[in-house]
């Protein structure tokens, strides 16, 4: 009977083990499940997807590549009693449909440019009041800025000091013909890093260099809940980075916070607003992995306990108008 109760307490501990490392499988997915009610765990990706596709899509690698780069920091003046209990981007600005749209990076760690770039299109339709829809080209931001990073990670500021004093063209998203430089199947599908080019699509309307838009200011946003939410209804959304747990592949509702698996990498995305569900206080944050990921491409994540580091220097950029 002891030498049963022992294999039984060894295969127990090995069936345990399985779980916490395999990211996709339906036991993990139950174990979150079982494990709290905040939010439902569900699939996103095929089961068979590997771990190498899946850790690639975090692709944060830190702020700048020049570690004595000093940003700037912004400080807001705040009247708490003007920050609302509930606030959506897309509510406030629903002329601006960027704030919509939900990219895809595919099988390259692009998050980087996407949210930088996604963040941008937001921005610069809201502060010309909704006269300028320009969708910023995540393409030649990942090709073009070689100190910016690749397919295998980027730095923030970095692309946000690109936009600046470079500038960045127009592009959608992969096989939309859309701007003068969609994403590439290179990227989406190989995660391969496309070669720059200084050329707009065959029958784009304008040339590149005149397509062209800049950002006029960047900045570090302070940690303070209160400043990360006037930032984001004064100037809307800005990108964040968080630390990427195994759980996190399996979200699909509710308000996220960790549970169970490994630290796999670290993620850039935009956050878009803020509310609370079922008394919990959350981020509303626009991912860059398809809108059949998650809550149709958005999640929720728990505010307030700088939950997997996510209210830790936030970025932010003005457009040039």
Not at 103 to 122: K, L
Not at 167 to 183: H, Q
Not at 238 to 245: G, H, P, R, T
Not at 298 to 310: D, P, V
Request: charged content about 20%.
């Amino acid at each position: 009977m002891k030498i049963f109760f022992s294999f039984a307490l060894l295969i127990a501990a090995v069936s345990a083990s399985t779980i916490k490392t395999d990211t996709l499988s339906q036991d993990f997915i139950d174990l979150i499940n079982r494990k709290q009610s905040n939010w439902v765990a569900g699939r996103n990706f095929p089961e068979n997807t590997t771990n190498e596709y899946l850790y690639k899509l975090n692709g944060f690698l830190g702020l700048h590549p020049d570690p004595n780069y000093k940003p700037k920091k912004v400080v807001h003046k705040v009247n708490l009693r003007d920050i609302p209990d509930t606030f959506d981007a897309r509510t406030k600005w629903p002329n601006c449909e960027s704030l919509n749209r939900i990219r895809n990076q595919g099988a390259c760690g692009s998050c980087w440019a996407f949210a930088s770039v996604e963040s941008m299109s937001d921005r610069i339709c809201i502060h010309s009041s909704g006269s300028t829809e320009f969708f910023f080209s995540a393409e030649d931001l990942l090709s073009c800025c070689t100190s910016c990073g690749d397919c295998g990670g980027g730095y923030m500021m970095a692309a946000l000091d690109f936009y600046i004093n470079q500038g960045l063209v127009s592009g959608g998203d992969v096989n939309s013909n859309e701007g003068c430089r969609p994403y590439t199947s290179d990227a989406f599908s190989d995660g391969d890093t496309p070669a720059c080019s200084a050329s707009c699509r065959s029958g784009y309307s304008k040339s590149y260099s005149a397509d062209k838009h800049y950002g006029s200011d960047d900045y570090v946003v302070s940690s303070d809940i209160d400043q990360i939410q006037y930032e984001v209804m004064t100037n809307g959304p800005l990108i964040v980075n968080f630390e990427v747990f195994q759980d996190f592949y399996n979200y699909k509702s509710g308000v996220y916070s960790y549970v169970s698996g490994n630290s796999v990498g670290y993620h850039v995305v935009k956050i878009v607003g803020w509310g609370t569900e079922s008394g919990v206080p959350y981020w509303l944050i626009a991912n860059s992995w398809g809108a059949d990921w998650g809550d149709h491409g958005f999640f929720k994540m728990r505010r307030g306990y700088n939950e997997c580091g996510i209210e830790y220097n936030p970025y932010a950029v003005l457009p040039k108008l």
